[in-house]
């Protein structure tokens, strides 16, 4: 594989996955995060690996910077051929009680911070005439979660964006946009994450492993297809959300209240959402909750108690079609 690819958030968790499996098939790697020094400490791991590695501190909220991250890597190389939109920020609470700017940091990084990297790169690959914009978007852009407002927003925002500009390119076959919706991630990000809750924060089960991320993007390097559900649950979670999205959203409203209510203490943080942190700067977040018999059942439960009553909803709603004509 070789291919000189882009990955922002490159410095922990998914992105981090990525680099590691790009940097064993070969890529010359450009990485990019706000934290430097972990990015060179990860780019000499690399090296040893046998990949070329380019080091470039960029935030993704910061334009002009995306826009020079996309310069350096095209005069390092000569061409971009994979862009993997990845940086993300998450934070929790009550909508009114966490701070404004908090709610737009998030808006900032996960959905501008996306679009920005797409400006930037666009230009390169229709000059090049091809190129792969590969968007680590989560399972979020389909169900919402609750206590997370604008994560949720940028999530749904980035899943009609994407689709939008992949309207755009059908004059281009050999430009892709794919995008990923993985479930829930075992990586540092929760533990980084703005928390206004009091709570602790844990990811909810079933939580995967960051490397079916970084098999995706290499899959989708190599198979271009427009959309990937790392995780076998993300797939059911998707369709249970479209044939039950009311169903769904009572469902993980009440799970994220029933754990609030016995999760234990934790002071308030806005987390990485302003600064970098300087810890846990990992692929692992080692919070991955084991499925118990009884918590598969629940999710079990959950999922066909969805789909029977979206498609009952679907059958009742077409019934009714073809007997009000």
């Not at 010359?28 to 430097?36: F, G, H, I």
């Not at 090049?128 to 680590?136: D, E, S, V």
């Not at 964006?161 to 075992?186: N, Q, Y």
């Not at 290499?218 to 649950?233: K, M, Q």
């Amino acid at each position: 594989m070789h291919k000189v690819v882009v990955i922002t958030g490159a410095s922990s968790g998914a992105g981090r996955a990525t680099t590691f499996e790009l940097a064993a098939h070969g890529a010359a790697l450009v990485l990019a995060s706000r934290n430097e020094a972990v990015l060179q400490e990860l780019a000499a791991e690399c090296r040893e690996i046998g990949s070329e590695v380019l080091v470039v501190q960029t935030d993704v909220t910061d334009h002009s910077a995306m826009r020079r991250l996309a310069e350096r890597a095209f005069e390092w190389k000569g061409r971009i051929d994979v862009w993997v939109n990845n940086a993300g920020v998450l934070a929790a609470g009550t909508f009114e009680e966490m701070p404004w700017e908090a709610h737009q940091k998030v808006i900032n990084t996960n959905l501008l911070g996306y679009m920005s990297g797409a400006y930037a790169v666009l230009p390169y690959f229709k000059r090049q005439g091809a190129g792969t914009l590969i968007n680590n978007i989560s399972i979020g852009g389909y169900v919402a979660v609750p206590f997370g407002g604008a994560y949720t927003a940028s999530k749904f925002a980035l899943r009609g964006f994407f689709e939008s500009l992949k309207g755009e390119l059908t004059d281009w076959p050999d430009i892709h946009v794919v995008d990923l919706f993985p479930a829930f991630l075992d990586t540092p990000g929760i533990q980084h994450a703005g928390n206004y809750t009091g709570k602790v924060l844990k990811p909810s089960p079933p939580v995967y492993d960051p490397k079916i991320v970084a098999h995706s993007v290499r899959d989708a390097i190599l198979r271009p297809a427009s959309t990937r559900y790392p995780g076998g649950a993300s797939l059911l979670f998707k369709i249970g959300h479209s044939l039950a999205p009311e169903w769904m959203t009572k469902i993980t409203g009440l799970l994220m209240k029933g754990y609030f209510r016995i999760a234990g203490p934790a002071e308030k943080t806005d987390g990485n959402l302003f600064r970098s942190v300087d810890f846990s700067m990992s692929t692992n977040g080692n919070s991955r909750p084991r499925l118990t018999p009884h918590t598969k059942r629940i999710l079990r439960i959950g999922l066909l108690t969805a789909g029977v009553v979206g498609l009952g909803i679907y059958l009742l709603s077409g019934r009714n079609a073809r007997t009000s004509s």
